[in-house]
């Protein structure tokens, strides 16, 4: 079961490390991704981007999927 932790949350949070939302990308995320890319785009400008790419990395790392049923 992927997780907090896992393998593939580790590998998101190193994509959004580069570009973010690319994690949330590699999860399947689509909506997150564009949200925080924008997000991130838009405030770079203002010198705040950096808090929009933190947030990106983190939320890769700890993201924990739906329980299916």
């Keep these: 079961m ?3 932790g896992s393998t593939g949350n580790v590998i998101a949070a190193v ?3 580069f570009v973010p939302g690319l994690g949330q990308l590699v ?3 689509l909506g997150m991704a ?3 890319f924008a997000l991130a785009v838009f405030l770079w400008i203002f010198l705040l981007g ?4 933190l947030w990106s990395i983190v939320d890769a ?3 924990k999927p739906p329980l299916s049923t």
């Design 61 to 63: 790392a700890l993201w």
């Design 2 to 4: 992927a997780g907090q």
């Design 34 to 36: 564009i949200i925080q």
């Design 15 to 17: 994509c959004s490390f």
């Design 27 to 29: 999860q399947g995320r």
């Design 50 to 53: 950096w808090a929009i790419h």
